[in-house]
């Protein structure tokens, strides 16, 4: 079994075993090779799928190669979003400076591609080498007449959740410039949706048949004109709490929009969103129209989901994903597939979400932050999990140890939102835990005992 490094100790707690709170938001620890994305990944992510920007990397090329097209993030108009520019900072710009590289970069793509607003991303060497990178912006604005706004979001400086809230810093200097575009008074933002697989257009269905309209989805199939107008919609419903809620408050406090939180994944916690909205404009026609969907959906999914659970009782679950929120439904989501969570972690989770998931899982469940691929592989191994859930970092994992894996994150091809995303994910679920394929995995071969045996590998 492989030890917990003596600085993360407090980071891994075992439910009804282990009595401290859990230590989370801090620094990776040096040398644990964390599963952990930087800062300026963390900005990119949120601010990625704004479809008709300009994204442009300030740094090297390999920042720009490690975040090229992360999200699926589909867009129903422009693509632009998709491209990665970089300014490919060489040796000579890292004594010399990278300034005048970066004024002819964002000229001459600003030209080309005439964006509606463009975003530049500060990475390691631009705090290393101490651009100034306001000043290039503010001169590009002025002589293009673009919106370009600067993203401090060098990758060393904090946490994943630092380069969230650079991105919401961005994002709000977007909002205020319409005041003309009619708004109803049943009108929402979406916060913290980003549109992976196709869930903006299925969640905004849902609010059409409500009757609500969706101001701006920030930054799911994300536009800047409606991010301008957003500061009118009359709520603002935040899905990734971890990405969106620092712009909530901030939207709260400057402009009184309140916000709730949501999440999309589930039946109950989908369904909880929908009346949640529901509930807080108090409207006989919007409360009928939610119950009739509601009523609708799930009385169509329970039936299909049936087929896979029988199939799934009783298999054990491993959770590590970017936000702790998504792991609450992802926890609920499992149980009615008859899946009991036995390791559930995230990279960027606050003590209450600890205290929650302590609350939503049974005693032996290990609950870990910001944790590394040697320990996560020896909770799975440990707890015998059949399935890991999780992102393009922890696929590798699953498939070296011989367990199943369903992607949970940035690159998913499957939409996992909203009722049809439940019937997508039980379906994935079920089909990689299923598989004749891991028998045949060197991992389960050595420890010899079949997964058809039901046993741990
Ligand atoms: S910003 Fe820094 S930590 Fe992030 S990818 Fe670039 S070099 Fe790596």
Not at 218 to 244: F, P, W, Y
Not at 332 to 340: I, Q, V
Request: charged share 25%; glycine share 10%; with cysteine.
């Amino acid at each position: 079994m492989i030890g917990i490094l003596e600085e993360r100790k407090l980071q891994v707690f075992e439910n009804g075993k282990d009595s401290y709170g859990i230590e989370c938001g801090k620094s990776s620890a040096a040398g644990s090779v964390s599963q952990r994305a930087c800062v300026f990944c963390g900005s990119r992510v949120v601010l990625y799928p704004i479809a008709d920007a300009l994204h442009l990397i300030h740094g090297p090329i390999g920042c720009a190669a490690y975040t090229w097209d992360i999200r699926g993030s589909m867009s129903s108009g422009p693509e632009l979003h998709r491209m990665s520019f970089s300014t490919d900072l060489q040796e000579r710009e890292v004594v010399y400076g990278g300034e005048k590289k970066l004024y002819a970069a964002l000229t001459e793509l600003i030209a080309e591609y005439r964006p509606k607003a463009a975003f530049v991303y500060s990475t390691c060497i631009v705090g290393l080498i101490g651009d100034d990178v306001e000043s290039v912006c503010r001169r590009v604005e002025r002589e293009t007449g673009i919106r370009v706004l600067p993203v401090h979001s060098e990758g060393f400086k904090g946490t994943k959740k630092d380069g969230y809230k650079a991105a919401c810093d961005a994002v709000f200097k977007l909002m205020g410039t319409d005041d003309e575009t009619p708004v109803s008074p049943f009108s929402i933002n979406i916060l913290g949706e980003f549109n992976l697989a196709g869930e903006t257009w299925i969640i905004k269905d849902y609010y059409r048949r409500m009757g609500i309209e969706v101001v701006s989805c920030i930054t799911g199939d994300g536009r800047v004109d409606e991010i301008a107008r957003a500061h009118r919609a009359k709520l603002n419903v935040v899905q990734c709490s971890g990405s969106m809620t620092s712009l909530a408050k901030t939207m709260k406090d400057e402009y009184g929009i309140p916000f709730i939180r949501v999440s999309y994944f589930g039946i109950e916690d989908m369904t909880k969103a929908l009346y949640d909205v529901a509930a807080r404009f108090d409207d006989e026609l919007i409360t009928r129209n939610t119950i009739d969907l509601v009523s609708d959906e799930v009385g169509r999914l329970l039936p299909r989901l049936e087929k896979y659970r029988a199939n799934l009782i009783g298999k054990k679950a491993a959770i590590y994903v970017g936000g702790s929120f998504k792991s609450f439904s992802l926890v609920k989501a499992l149980r009615h597939l008859g899946m009991e969570t036995v390791v559930v972690g995230s990279q960027t989770g606050s003590a209450e979400d600890y205290e929650y998931l302590k609350e939503i899982t049974k005693e032996g469940t290990i609950i870990c932050d910001d944790t590394n691929p040697l320990e996560l592989s020896s909770f799975i191994l440990n707890k015998g999990a059949d399935l890991l859930i999780g992102g393009v970092k922890e696929r590798p994992i699953a498939y070296k140890m011989g367990i199943a894996f369903c992607d949970h994150n940035h690159e998913r091809k499957e939409a996992l939102a909203g009722y049809e995303g439940m019937i997508n994910f039980a379906r994935e679920v079920h089909d990689s835990v299923t598989s004749p394929v891991w028998k045949f995995s060197p991992a389960r071969i050595r420890a010899r005992i079949s997964p058809d045996q039901g046993g741990a590998i």
